[in-house]
DNA sequence: TTGTAGGCGTTATCAT
DNA sequence: ATGATAACGCCTACAA
């Protein structure tokens, strides 16, 4: 049925010419005849001649594929990362290899394994929550292949990373709440592994002290993200004699959950006890009870530079062998939004 | 730093035979010696050797990447789908390129195009809802990539596919309203040229016809997915004298605008209109107005469905050359659902 | 400016 | 049971 692929061989063939001219005429190399690399170009367009990936690949070593590895792709919050990370590929014809951990490290090793074995050129990863320890992603650097945190980044220094600090979000969170008049202020925060856990907790240590205030440790539960967890952890901060008036969740899928329990109980949401929290994902415009305030964190631009710092290395890698010293790391701040929805009432 | 990778080329040295020994040991070939594939085998897994992935895609013409092309995986129905598709693809050691068309025929023909070139095994596509021409799908047959359609199916009968019958489920649904003694049902549906708009109206008009009732057309709308196109059907619905007591919404994406509008105009969601929906998704639990019942797609399912559907015909396609004149089409049933929420309530 | 030849890692065909 | 060799499509020294 279908003929095969033109290949260079085959345009050398029909011009007499040698398939290195063909190649350089093709690559606009300089030194080569304008009238042959016409000739050359004109009868490749005409055969519908396109170079062969999987030999370049092969032959290059770079294939122009990165792989992606994140925790759930149907949290709004990385299906935007992802976006970003696709809008950057596109952008230089690069393409992505797309893998969930399932906040899960042995899944997130198999991943990162298929990955690695299928040699995407780079790999983009936001870390499962349980991620502790990092010999399935050091390994990636014998096999040459760079790799570039986002939003969920190791702890050490010597990573390319993109994320967003929320530390100085939190602080002006608390800043907000208090000027509101929120003294007793909650939170319920994500696993204590997390980096992105213990950066909540110093902004929400900073920003009581800033307003003299004294933390109350009885006011800090951790969940371990799922409904259980964080309906566990509600229990706790409601049980407690002292109600908070406010409560900080570790993001819009741990408030929706804590919403939730609190109408269980019969709270009046956002009335009784208000509620803030992280990402200002769009789909809580459709909530019940969004947050009041929730600090963004950009998933969308995340994702978008992560890719571009992973060209930027690919392209370093190409350029000057393996030096590989130096790291990007990106910090992008964290901005405190207001709901839409409430914007006008307060 | 990192030293090269072992190929089968090293082991043969090592062990003073020829590469083609090697080859044969490793992949288990029946004619060679016990001691010698043993030997082989240790060496091999002493060094670490890992077969190089590019090579063999080059030589065997053969990837085992998939390419996923969806309208947008920030919704969480074809989050679910893409989760369905890399079970199963993990599950045969395929991997998955991803790319969005963002319901955009000129960017669903760029990715599609972009994973032509990359030479994916084939493809699984969730067409946009603007896409009414093939030609840049059909083309994929004279490259020979086998291509399977998900959920937004094509409408002509020469295809792989895997969707749901709405038809059936909408029939159910208006009986099931009409039970409830909701008799003005208005459809707002989605655009004209997606088939699976003209099975809900199909469905809708039969589902009249066997309760006696008489359809009006006045009670038909359509949006094109956006929300100012949902607000405007529901201006529509909303200034008839007799207003619709019920109002079925394309999917819950939709349904959520339709709500928010209904909103505006101060009418009480789910007493004074009722709402149904499709899909059934399980972010409508954390909404302030899920839709009463809801038709389950299973979008996990079709995802699942369609990446095995691909890998039989991946393995056909070794098998019998380019045989592929059979197509496989696999109808899930849409089975009609309650919202949790509202279970107990009527 | 162009041609020749070797090689990337693997598998397959033909010998032995 | 094993070895030698060609081939996949492309690139790139090295030659001419």
């Known amino acids: 049925m279908e003929n095969k692929l ?22 606009d190399h300089p030194r080569i005849g304008l009238r042959t ?22 032959k290059q070593k770079k ?35 797309f893998g969930q951990s399932y906040d899960d490290v042995e899944r997130e090793k ?21 991620t502790n320890t990092y010999d399935h992603l050091r390994l990636l650097e014998k096999y040459n292949i760079p790799v570039v945190y986002f939003d969920r980044v190791p702890p050490f220094e010597n990573a390319n990373k993109v994320y967003c600090n929320l530390y100085k979000g939190t602080v002006e969170m608390i800043g907000w709440l208090v000027s509101r008049g929120y003294k007793r202020i909650a939170l319920l925060n994500g696993p204590e592994k997390l980096g992105a856990s213990k950066e909540r907790l ?5 920003g009581h002290s800033r307003k003299k205030l004294k933390v109350d440790m009885q006011l800090v539960e951790v969940t371990d993200l799922s409904k259980e967890g964080t309906y566990a952890a509600m229990e706790n ?19 929706m959950d804590a919403v939730q329990y609190a109408q269980l109980q019969n709270k009046q949401v956002n009335k009784e006890i208000v509620f803030a929290s992280y990402a200002n994902l769009p789909i809580t415009t459709y909530t019940a009870h969004p947050p009041l305030v929730s600090v963004e964190q950009y998933p969308y631009g995340q994702g978008e530079k992560a890719m571009e710092i992973m060209i930027t290395l690919l392209q370093e890698k190409k350029e000057e062998g393996l030096r590989l010293d130096h790291c990007y790391t990106e910090e992008i701040p964290a ?9 006008g009432q307060l």
Do not use: C
């Open 37 to 58: 690399k016409m000739q050359v170009q004109q009868l490749a367009k005409d055969l519908g001649y396109e170079p062969n990936a999987k030999a370049i690949s092969f």
């Open 63 to 97: 294939s122009f594929v990165v792989g992606v590895v994140l925790p759930f792709i149907r949290e709004e919050f990385f299906s935007q990362a992802i976006s970003g990370i696709e809008a950057a590929a596109m952008e230089s014809n690069y393409t992505i290899l």
């Open 335 to 343: 901005t405190l939004v207001m709901h839409p929805a409430v914007r």
């Open 6 to 27: 033109p290949t260079i061989k085959e345009i050398a063939k029909q011009l007499n010419v040698s398939v290195s001219t063909v190649s350089r005429a093709l690559s």
């Open 237 to 255: 901060l409601l049980r407690a004699k002292h109600q908070p008036q406010a409560i900080i969740t570790f993001n819009e899928y741990v408030h």
């Open 202 to 206: 110093k902004g929400y240590i900073e």
């Open 110 to 130: 198999t991943v990162v394994e298929a990955m690695r074995k299928q040699q995407v050129d780079g790999l983009l990863i936001s870390l499962s929550k349980e």
